[in-house]
């Protein structure tokens, strides 16, 4: 393969068509709706914690070539577990059935459902105190010092999770294992291991993490072992909670109702700027020269244009939008940096000491190279900025099923979602910027906004056609201003 060059040896004795069923039946698959075959399956080593007890776990990655327009290569991670009868109580898991050259017939189950196969892999963790693990052929676990793992933490798999997978070991621990991957460095993983050797309070600390090196030299991050926030809440449902408590009260305002959230969005909006003055310290920053603002700038146009073949409300708006994005290129230059390149408040969580965020991957639909360039931490701002305006109107759409002519009730309940939305943007913003922003900082910000709507526009469009016009209501904001 062109993208991904994998010079490892495929597993030829595998059905490949096995995992085409298997792909197209679960949440984590990225690719649904497009045409795909299963070009290889490479199997990349054994869970050295399984050697010697529980069952077979072996790891995969699986290359797909899509035959749409679009086209490409990518590879996915199964684990897999091994038995040599049926275990009924992983029916739902449930693979596949096959000869295996040293086992006989075996039946083969996704190993993340498996908890006897993850015990295999707390093991390892736990093992890899000492020193790197690695198994028979490679797969490498590492661990950072500070944290004694709990060995007999039961394995509970999280049924929410969607590009990954992610299992709790007890109340210790958390394993996120990538889906996705590509080789090189995960940002995940060096984000929070840079966080946790410094000693950060804003994100959960990095335990360990696995890996593999291909043949050629090229090492695939594959999954990471991290600190279990068993006391945190999610900030988007913390924030839904919050528009719903306004909604009950007919007759207050947002800073008058008990559930008010403007105190956790300037929490949050602290959280944000420690997080990025110690990415600052940790990883590349610097100023780019005009080249950049003009490169930024034709990005956003480009993603425009794209987005009015699939959104054609947003051609009204166009000129306005045009008009921000070519303000940015005239700008004399960017401050970049490292970021988290896809922060919402579904990447934040709530504790008893305060906010942490989490999920430092990127954006998954981006290739590595690009979600390890640095770039503006306006885009952070901006992706918070737009989850706050999301908050209020999914509860609207989701609290009340208005009749066509509740003209009236419609009107109200708009209201107040704005109202909800522009007290905790600026609240948050504030925070952050501690104080007024610069007028580079607000164009900045203003392209960055505009620029999610768009992308939203075309998401929603595809995928929630009833929610599109919660981001179109927001480009004709961007618009009119």
């Known amino acids: 393969m062109s993208e991904n060059p994998l010079d490892h040896p495929t597993a030829d004795h595998l059905d490949r068509q ?82 295996e050259p040293e086992r006989g017939w075996v039946h083969a189950y996704d190993a993340l459902h498996d908890r006897e196969a993850m015990a295999c892999w707390l093991r390892s963790f736990v093992a890899a105190a000492e020193g790197p693990v690695a198994g028979p052929t490679g797969l490498t676990f590492h661990r950072l010092p500070g944290h004694d793992l709990d060995a007999e933490g039961v394995a509970s798999l999280f049924t929410g999770e969607q590009s990954n997978s992610s299992v709790a070991f007890g109340e210790d621990s958390i394993m996120k294992l990538f889906r996705k991957v590509t080789p090189g460095p995960n940002p995940d993983v060096t984000i929070h291991e840079a966080m946790t050797r410094a000693g950060s309070t804003e994100v959960a600390g990095l335990y360990g993490w696995m890996s593999w090196t291909d043949p050629a030299g090229e090492e695939y991050h594959l999954a990471m072992l991290q600190q279990f926030l068993r006391t945190a809440t999610d900030g988007w449902d913390l924030a839904l909670a919050s528009v719903r408590d306004l909604f ?9 109702v008990g559930g008010d959230f403007a105190g956790e969005s300037e929490r949050l909006g602290l959280t944000l700027r420690e997080v990025h003055e110690a ?14 603002a003009r490169t930024l700038a034709a990005a956003m146009r480009d993603r425009l244009d794209a ?68 770039d503006s931490p306006w885009r952070d701002v901006a992706g918070m900025l737009r989850s706050f305006d999301y908050a209020p109107r999914v509860v609207e759409k989701q609290s009340v099923d208005l009749a066509d002519d509740d003209a009236e009730a419609a009107a109200q309940l708009a209201y107040r979602a704005e109202e909800w939305a522009h007290r905790n943007r600026n609240h948050f913003l504030t925070a952050y910027a ?12 203003a392209a ?8 939203e526009t075309v998401y929603e469009t595809r995928n929630r056609p009833g929610w599109v016009s919660i981001p179109l209501e927001a480009v004709a904001r961007i618009g009119a201003a």
């Open 18 to 99: 096995v995992f085409v069923d298997y792909f197209e039946k679960t949440r984590w698959f990225g690719g649904k709706g497009r045409p795909f075959e299963v070009t290889a399956v490479h199997r990349i080593g054994q869970v050295p914690g399984c050697v010697d007890a529980g069952p077979a776990v072996v790891d995969h990655l699986v290359e797909l070539t899509y035959g749409d327009a679009e086209g490409g290569t990518e590879l996915y991670q199964v684990p897999i577990s091994l038995y040599a009868d049926p275990e009924q109580r992983l029916d739902h898991a449930f693979i596949g059935w096959w000869e």
């Open 279 to 292: 990415l600052r310290t940790h990883f590349p920053a610097e100023r780019r020269g005009p080249e950049a």
């Open 448 to 455: 960055y906004v505009a620029d999610k709507a768009v992308y």
């Open 307 to 374: 987005a009015l073949e699939v959104v054609p409300e947003l051609a009204q708006h166009a000129d306005a939008l045009r008009a921000t994005y070519d303000a940015v290129a005239g700008l004399d230059g960017l401050e970049v940096q490292r970021i988290h390149g896809d922060l919402h408040l579904g990447q934040t969580m709530r504790t008893a000491k305060g906010w942490k965020i989490v999920d430092f991957e990127g954006e998954p639909a981006k290739p590595l190279v690009e979600r390890l360039e640095p």
């Open 434 to 445: 501690g104080g007024e922003p610069t007028d580079e900082a607000k164009l900045l910000l």
């Open 248 to 256: 009950a009260e007919g007759d207050l305002h947002a800073h008058e």
